[in-house]
């Protein structure tokens, strides 16, 4: 019986990793044992930082509402605490992009907070 050496698979396995290499600068994208090391913790960094993504973000959300609202005499968490006792449904995200790009509409949206 002729010896089995599952060259196909091995070689598709191979062929895997050093294609999610490409690109990558001297061994690591020619050689298959860095390749496999480059690409598996890529990978980890990669898992890392989608989760990592949210946390920025938001981050940034709450940078952007807090100079926003620092001319009109507040600070984030006092507006923040304003909206939820008001009932506005508005998230972080939306907030930021008002105070971002219609400065006027968040004004209103402030100035209703404080009369109320």
């Not at 010896?3 to 196909?8: D, F, S, W």
């Not at 298959?32 to 989760?51: C, G, N, P, Q």
């Not at 807090?66 to 001319?71: F, K, L, T």
């Not at 909206?83 to 790009?101: F, G, W, Y």
Request: hydrophobic share 40%; proline share 2%; charged share 30%.
């Amino acid at each position: 019986m002729p010896r089995a050496k599952n060259a196909v698979a091995s070689r598709k396995r191979r062929k895997k990793t050093l294609k999610s290499a490409k690109g990558y600068r001297g061994g690591k994208s020619k050689l298959l044992k860095t390749a496999m090391e480059s690409v598996e913790r890529s990978m980890l960094y990669a898992y890392r930082d989608r989760r990592k993504k949210k946390h920025d973000f938001r981050q940034l959300w709450i940078t952007r509402i807090n100079a926003a609202v620092r001319p009109h005499g507040l600070n984030y968490s006092q507006f923040i605490s304003m909206i939820a006792k008001n009932n506005i449904l508005l998230n972080r995200k939306v907030l930021a992009d008002l105070a971002a790009t219609d400065a006027v509409a968040f004004g209103k949206i402030v100035e209703s907070i404080q009369k109320a």
